[in-house]
C-alpha cells in the first residue's frame, strides 16, 4: 500500500504563498486518487482539492478556488498544493490523502473512509 510524506508547511504572512509537498512510497500512486485535506484546532478535517489519477480533473472547495492550485507529477510520484493568498483563516495542518476507489468529487463526503492519509503539515498564515 502506498505511504504518504507531505512537506513544505511553516509561517507565512497574509497574502504569501506555500507549496505543500506530499510523496508517496509506491510507483503505482498513479492509480490512486489524490486529495488534500486541512484542519483547525478543535474543527474536524476538511476537504481542500483533489485530483482524478485518470484525468487530471481537479475540483476545489469555494473557499481555495482562484487561489491554491493541485498539481501531481507521476513520475516523482508526488502532488502538490500550490497555496497563494494566504489568509489567516487558512491556518490548519495539511494532510494528503490518497484513494483508489474514491473519485475526488466526493472525497469531501468519504473524509473518513479513505484508504491512504499522510501525517500532516502544519501551515500558519499570521503577521
Known amino acids: 500500500q502506498v505511504q504518504l510524506v507531505e512537506s513544505g508547511g511553516g509561517l507565512v504572512q497574509p497574502g504569501g504563498s506555500l507549496r505543500l509537498s506530499c510523496a508517496a512510497s509506491?510507483?503505482?500512486?498513479?492509480?490512486?486518487?489524490m486529495g488534500w485535506f486541512r484542519q483547525a484546532p478543535g474543527k474536524e478535517r476538511d476537504f481542500v482539492a483533489a485530483?482524478?489519477?485518470?484525468?487530471?480533473?481537479?475540483y476545489y472547495t469555494d473557499s481555495v478556488k482562484g487561489r491554491f492550485t493541485i498539481s501531481r507529477d507521476d513520475a516523482k510520484n508526488t502532488v502538490y498544493l500550490q497555496m497563494n493568498s494566504l489568509k489567516p483563516e487558512d491556518t490548519a495542518i495539511y494532510y494528503c490523502a490518497a484513494d483508489r476507489f474514491t473519485t475526488p468529487q466526493t472525497m469531501g463526503a468519504r473524509t473518513r473512509y479513505l484508504e491512504v492519509w499522510g501525517q500532516g503539515t502544519l501551515v500558519t498564515v499570521s503577521s
Open positions: 509506491r510507483r503505482t500512486f498513479s492509480n490512486y486518487n
Open positions: 485530483i482524478k489519477w485518470i484525468d487530471g480533473n481537479t
